[in-house]
């Protein structure tokens, strides 16, 4: 009889883990293009059964892949221990409120619909470290991507709250340029009116702040490096230069 741990890497070789991935990165970016359309939109979060209903479909495969990764696991209680965020972002909370008809804030309302992505966000990291060498490299592309997508949702919320409030805000390139501006610290003319902008202007530039320098110090260490290759193939080039000069009976040979 098979055990638990022949099972697992019958799974593994079968590439199961990695379809499971990618299901959640596709489905993630499901969700993002239709938290997008409906905030273009402009339309409440329960005036759209139809989110509703691909928002709670969507949190029922992330909670099977939470489930079948947990009895797939060769230490269920680290695996608990590590991934039970991940159980607890797949709860469709927004399809709760809908069915128990719960009144929260518009705020809070519409930032409930992204905590499904912090399940996608952790399978995009594992996605983009299959097609990096190294995990530093692996590293590094999950930091702009996830700097990326920060920008993109903060100016989301951005042009949803400060829309029809703010005289500077009519497009959504006006908030996508605020987001761009704020993140790098640089600043722009757009100055968040609404609590919830003012909010996202400080995370944003204090996301910027601690993001930023990363990027620096891996630029920085990748020169390095390849100076100290360089300098080290030239020392090898040397050597042999030198060994030829100082031996040329040997070399012929």
Known sequence: ????KQLNEFFRKKGVFMILHIIILLLSVLLVVLISVDTFHGVEFYEQPKFQKAQFWICVVFMADF???????????????????FFLVAIPYQSLMYHYNWHLSRELAYLIRYIPLVRGGYAMAIVVGWFTSNKTTGLFFSYIITLLSTVYFASLTFFLFEKGVNPLVTQYKDALWWAAMDVTTVGSNIVAVTGVGRVLSVLLAALGMMMFPIFTVYVTNLLTKRNQDAENGTSIVRAYHNYIKNHPDQTKS
Do not use: G, N, P, Q
């Not at 947990?70 to 039970?84: E, G, I, N, P």
């Open 67 to 85: 489930f079948i990764e947990l009895f797939l696991s060769d230490d269920k209680k680290h695996y608990l221990a590590t991934r039970f965020v």
């Open 1 to 4: 009889m098979a055990t638990l």
